[in-house]
């Protein structure tokens, strides 16, 4: 029993420093995070989103997970939006062309950012295409997912909707 005991209280202590890590990680990520829109003007500062629950999916045209995501996206952004989810796609393309290109067959209904010099993406350790961070209204990461499978969608809605209806 104690053994249990002291699994249990490692796990949330885990669980706690990894958000307070993933935290201050998303504070020191934003100030690199150069966000431009597709044709190269400044876009907001990730800074700017606190308050709302935020879907952050970093996204590439050559990635065969990423064409099946957008639709989920979109879908997000359609019913939760008035709720105060914000999803942004976070382009990390080489050239323009091939993001708008995507876009063209792959419409997306949320905001869509580049990240060229690619040190948002250094910042947050994206590892995998598409990676995505589940950040809460204070601005605290509390999901980050690898690559995307349609069966891992419900528990994704699950985890952003118990989220929205979360108040700071």
């Known amino acids: 029993m104690k053994k249990m ?3 249990i209280f490692t796990a949330v202590l885990v669980v706690m420093f990894a958000q307070t890590s993933f935290a201050e990680h998303l504070e020191q990520a934003s100030t690199m995070c150069h966000l431009t829109t597709l044709d190269g003007k400044p876009a907001y500062d990730l800074q700017e989103l606190k308050g709302k629950v935020v879907y952050m999916d970093f996204w590439a045209s050559w990635c065969p997970p990423c064409v099946q995501s957008f639709p989920f996206l979109n879908e997000l952004e359609r019913d939760l ?8 796609g976070i382009n990390l393309d080489e050239k323009v062309t091939d ?3 995507f876009l063209e067959k792959h419409p997306a209904d ?3 950012v580049a990240d060229i010099s690619k040190q948002c993406a250094k910042g947050l350790e994206v590892m995998a ?8 209204r204070k601005g605290v990461i509390r999901h980050v997912h690898q690559g995307f499978r349609p069966g891992e969608t419900e528990k994704l809605r699950a985890l952003i909707t118990q989220l929205v209806m979360e108040h700071p």
């Open 5 to 7: 005991k002291l699994s």
């Open 81 to 88: 939006k008035d709720k105060g989810l914000h999803v942004v």
């Open 99 to 101: 993001a708008q290109e």
């Open 110 to 112: 949320f905001s869509i």
């Open 129 to 136: 295409m598409p990676t995505s961070y589940v950040i809460d």
